[in-house]
């Protein structure tokens, strides 16, 4: 923090202050004529985190205003803590995905484990309790030639720590991670993305916003105390692009994390809720108690007096400022009405979190700070919260190519047989399971589908029924074509659930971009947007809530846009819940949609170096979402024996991957000439789906979707020949055969760059 | 049949283990700051991180008021099931022998496991069937930090003599790296039994794949039921 | 209070720091062993052998050692 500390009471921060804390000159002009004065240090320090990019939206909340928002299923939708949907039986699911990238570039163990204790609070701040967590993560490539080692090995270092964080945080608060992707790719070296999504349950009649209310009542904090950490962390540093160097020096502003007082926090909140206790609650995120307070006010169109003098603290001479804008974790703000105060202070002590009454709501429309009753800050609400200016973006899609090709990893000569082993084994393809097995997912009992057993998580719900979801975006895609990539990330969502049998009832996402002041990566922001509302309009699956993490960029340029989608579903069964793998020999093999694959900017153009295109085969959203209706269906009604979705590595990987997880092979005939043997062998696109079961049963759905019978499961290998009637080359070829364990050899690969050293507490 | 399940601040099994008990009889939650166990028929130390872990797994909580009722009520031969951390605590209040350290790769890790019955604890497993050979295995989950099971050789060594080791991990299922690739283990009077694996996460098909854990419970209660009538 | 696992025991934590001293070119490391230590002020220095061989270590897996420091810290 640049303000200079004085000991006297008139502390009167300078233009050069407000810049160096990232205000513009115009927004301090602002400042000073909303207050009709130069602010003090303690106001100068509130809006400079309230009007950054991270609390204020200033460069996306003009475009996420075209997003949908509404439908049938929506009970809450953004702007509170989480959105959620009604999921029938008189419950509602809330859920919501959040980024940590900043923090996680500089300590990514404390990072990834705060990101989690975040999104968690922000579920458990609208009454619902935690039910699951998903995580979303990017790095660079893991693996180098000799000399580029010590750049692969910090990837591997993040990722290591990223990974024992999530799972450090949800393992000890007793929620599981059920899922989630990670990916490696170049442009995300120097700025590593965590994602984190959480779910959670709540009575339909038990949810509560954030909005103080009622002039008189008590603002009372309560969880961990207050201390230095953070301080300029979140919000300051979220707001900043991150350079190759000096990223160390960062550490001591990263918070740390404590799941056992946050489970603690959790119960206690919970129950303040279930015996009434609580007017409002609200957690404390990014800006601590200034936006959390500040928040809180306006939403309820009241002012807040906190008495920062009331604050239980870890350091005895904070500054007011400091207790204002710290972020210490584990911290929740609720209003409670002054004949409750008592038996909200008593339910802190059973729980053995701290609790404090610091404040109170007024019906001055101000956000006052005192010290032991001496004022000293003092803003209306509206102008801290709702007055930052919001910028147009300045679009134009850039003329060069922005990112610079992947480097080669496979000889263009490569067999097919050659090339399926090498994308198994390639860090984006192989399996998960050293990662996930770091994750307790089965924790409350709802696990009906675990990682890797499905391609989305299955959460039973108590009348029997039982959710789904998903997380997905394929940044390199996106990359090539924003508008395309999105719509394809947000379709990928919507097929992992319908191969469980789900039906979407909401969305959340967050984009993250690099720099949007930069035409274009305005245009990538915008192109992406239009493509996630239009995906969204198209399968009914509104967005009840999410977050954007601009300024992702390293010295080397930006990240690949990310939007990442997080979709929630129900099916209305659980024991119908569909499954990955092959299951039965002898079962006929489909596969069905109108699927119609290329190479370009597909997971073998990356392992052959070649560059992205410029823009993606436009998809027939209509068609892919009648095909998902079709999946859906044949396996709510128990019709298939496996559903799978052709992702990454294209019909050969989705291939390879239903037989490893059945621990079966299959035998498969692809019509295809040896000249468009690998696109269709590893070419991607929407839309494709492998499905096995009956004969009869397949064939009856071919009545309704394309469909093609193309083989049999059964065997220990996995063996796929083409057919092609051309005049020149007719007739039937193998073109590979894999033994399972070869395959599973491979597929391991992840095993041998992660999992050596680390910390595990 | 009443079963009792401990609830420390850090619990994290502890509703997961109230439903599975609650599939053979009845069952409630105790509160650690309590000392009245309810008139539990038989008391369940439940899984999680109880006092976040901090220290040592196990440690605080063994000084709860709970815990100390939890003593005397298996002094005076009454059924004690520990389960993970629930381990954890009744060896860290010497209800059991022997101590869990942190997992040989160091690592949390959560694994479906296969784990043979031996022929201690019958209490704990009768509903399994007749001690058979080769023995017989139940599917069960384990996820930890810290369950290598040690204990000096000698104690081992009587362990074994006097039918204390219960379950064992099936060839290959060792992951944390326990001696003798024990699983779980019982008291000599065979009424308090603490294992790693999760036999609450394992009591309903639809969850993942096996209700092997169901038979623990179900013992528990053959034997609590036997010894009333 | 220095707690430390006994020797004999396997200490998997000291193992990796061990292995890891080298790949970053610390040579000739050796017996490697990760503890824990728990500082507080005392009034009654006679409470703290007690303290740990009942709470702060256990005394099956762990040695433990006091030192104290004038005045504290």
Avoid at chain 1, 97 to 104: A, F, K, Q, R, T
Avoid at chain 1, 226 to 238: C, E, M, N, P, Y
Avoid at chain 2, 149 to 166: F, H, I, N, P, R
Wanted: aromatic share 4%.
């Amino acid at each position: 923090m640049v303000i200079h500390h004085s000991q006297g009471d008139t502390l009167s921060p300078t233009l050069e202050d407000a810049l160096a804390l990232g205000l513009t000159r115009a927004e301090y002009e602002l400042v000073c004529e909303k207050q009709g004065r130069a602010p003090n240090q303690v106001e100068l320090a509130m809006y400079s985190l309230l009007w950054s990019e991270h609390c204020a939206y200033k460069h996306s909340k003009k475009l996420l205003r075209s997003l949908p928002t509404e439908g049938e299923h929506v009970v809450m939708g953004p702007g509170e803590n989480a959105g959620a949907v009604d999921v029938g039986g008189g419950l509602v699911c809330a859920f919501k995905v959040e980024s940590h990238n900043h923090p996680s570039a500089v300590e990514p163990f404390q990072g990834a484990a705060t990101g989690v204790g975040g999104i968690l609070r922000d579920i458990f701040a609208i009454g619902a309790r935690p039910i699951a967590v998903l995580d979303s993560l990017r790095f660079g490539e893991p693996t180098a030639p000799d000399a580029l080692d010590e750049r692969a090995a910090r990837v591997r270092y993040l990722l290591e720590g990223a990974v024992s964080g999530i799972g450090h945080y949800g393992n000890s608060i007793g929620v599981p991670t059920v899922g989630g992707e990670v990916y490696f790719e170049g442009p995300y070296e120097q700025n590593c993305l965590v994602n984190a999504m959480a779910l959670g349950l709540a009575e339909r009649d038990g949810l509560v916003r954030s909005a103080a209310e009622g002039p008189g009542n008590v603002v009372v904090l309560f969880g961990a105390s207050t201390g230095r950490d953070g301080i300029g962390g979140a919000s300051v540093l979220a707001s900043a692009e991150l350079g190759g160097e000096g990223a160390e020096d960062k550490r001591p502003t990263v918070q740390v994390g404590d799941p056992f007082e946050e489970k603690k926090l959790l119960e206690c909140s919970l129950e303040l809720l279930s015996r009434g206790l609580l007017v409002s609650l609200q957690d404390l995120g990014a800006a601590g108690l200034t936006s959390s307070a500040s928040e809180m006010a306006s939403k309820g169109e009241v002012g807040i007096d906190i008495d920062v003098a009331r604050v239980p603290l870890r350091e005895a001479d904070m500054e007011p400022f400091e207790v204002m804008v710290s972020e210490s974790q584990e911290r929740m703000l609720c209003v409670v009405e002054p004949s409750n105060v008592a038996a909200v202070l008593e339910l802190c002590e059973k729980w053995e979190v701290g609790g404090a009454a610091i404040g109170t709501v007024t019906d001055t429309g101000r956000m006052r700070v005192l010290r032991e009753g001496e004022l000293v800050g003092d803003m209306p609400v509206r102008a801290l919260v709702d007055d930052c200016p919001l910028y147009d973006l300045q679009p134009r899609e850039s003329s060069e190519p922005l990112y610079p090709p992947p480097a080669a990893t496979l000889a263009a000569e490569a067999t097919p047989g050659q090339a399926l082993l090498a994308l198994l084994s390639s860090p984006n393809l192989c399996s998960r399971r050293p990662l996930f097995e770091r994750y307790d997912s089965i924790v409350q009992s709802r696990t009906v589908r675990r990682p890797e057993q499905a391609d989305a998580a299955v959460l039973a719900l108590p009348d029997g029924s039982a959710l789904a979801v998903s997380i997905d975006c394929n940044g390199r895609r996106v990359a090539a074509d924003p508008y395309t990539g999105t719509i394809e990330a947000v379709l990928e969502c919507a097929a992992n659930l319908a191969c469980v049998g789900a039906q979407p009832l909401g969305t959340t996402n967050n984009l993250n971009f690099g720099n949007p002041e930069k035409p274009h990566i305005a245009w990538q922001l915008t192109e992406a947007v239009r493509g996630l509302g239009e995906a969204c309009r198209a399968l009914e699956a509104p967005i009840v809530g999410g977050n954007v993490s601009l300024y992702n960029e390293g010295a080397s340029g930006p990240i690949y846009p990310t939007p990442v989608i997080g979709m929630v579903g129900r099916l209305p069964d659980a024991r119908m819940a569909g499954r990955m793998g092959f299951a039965r020999a002898g079962d006929a093999i489909a596969l069905v949609g109108a699927f119609a694959p290329s190479i370009a900017a597909s997971e073998l153009a990356k392992l052959r170096g070649e560059a992205l295109p410029d823009g993606l085969p436009a998809i027939d959203v209509e068609a892919v979402r009648a095909t998902q209706a079709a999946v859906r269906e044949a396996v709510g009604s128990c019709a298939l024996s496996s559903a799978h979705d052709v992702a990454e590595g294209g019909l050969a990987v989705a291939l390879a991957e239903c037989c490893l997880v059945g621990g079966i092979g299959a035998e498969v005939t692809l019509s295809a000439s040896p000249a468009t043997a690998l696109v269709a062998l590893f070419g991607e696109a929407s839309g494709g789906f492998l499905l096995s079961g009956e004969r009869s049963e397949l064939l009856e759905l071919g009545g309704r979707v394309p469909l093609e019978l193309i083989g049999t499961v059964g065997s220990d290998a996995l063996t796929i020949s083409l057919t092609s009637d051309t005049a020149d080359g007719g007739g039937t070829g193998e073109v590979l055969r894999i033994d399972l364990a070869d395959m599973g050899a491979a597929h391991a690969a992840l095993g041998k760059l992660f999992g050596s050293g680390g910390r595990d507490e | 049949m009443k079963f009792g399940v401990l609830q420390f601040p850090g619990s994290c099994d502890e509703v997961d283990a109230l439903e599975a008990a609650r599939r053979v009889g009845d069952a409630e939650l105790i509160w650690h700051g309590e000392r009245d166990l309810k008139g539990a028929d038989a008391i369940v130390v439940p899984g999680g991180f109880s006092y976040g872990d901090y220290l040592r797994a196990g440690a605080i909580a063994r000084f709860s008021p709970a815990m100390e009722s939890v003593i005397d009520f298996a002094g005076e031969g009454g059924l004690v099931l520990g389960i993970c951390n629930g381990f954890q605590v009744l060896c860290e209040a010497h209800l059991l022998p022997g101590a869990l350290l942190p997992n040989e790769n160091l690592h949390f890790t959560s694994r479906q496991v296969e784990v043979e019955v031996l022929s201690g604890g019958g209490a704990f497993t009768r509903a399994c069937g007749p001690v058979t050979h080769p023995p017989q295995r139940l599917s069960i989950p384990a996820k930890h930090a810290w369950g290598r099971y040690y204990a000096e050789s000698e104690t081992l060594a009587a362990m074994d003599g006097s039918g204390q080791l219960v379950l064992r991990y099936a060839p290959g299922e060792n992951f944390n790296g326990s001696l003798h690739d024990i699983a779980g283990v019982c008291n000599e009077q065979g009424n308090v039994f603490g294992l790693m694996p999760h036999p609450e996460h394992a009591v309903d098909e639809l969850m993942g794949g096996s209700a092997d854990g169901l038979r623990i419970f179900e013992s528990m209660r053959m034997t609590v039921e036997g010894a009333t009538r | 209070m220095l707690i430390r696992p006994k020797a004999g025991i396997l200490d998997p934590q000291g193992a990796a720091v061990e292995r890891a001293l080298p790949a970053l070119g610390f040579a000739g490391v050796g017996n490697v062993h990760v503890g824990r230590l728990v500082e507080l002020d005392v009034e009654d220095e006679a409470q703290l052998q007690p303290m740990c061989e009942r709470l702060l270590a256990n005394p099956l897996v762990e040695d433990y050692e006091v030192q104290l420091l004038d005045g504290g810290v």
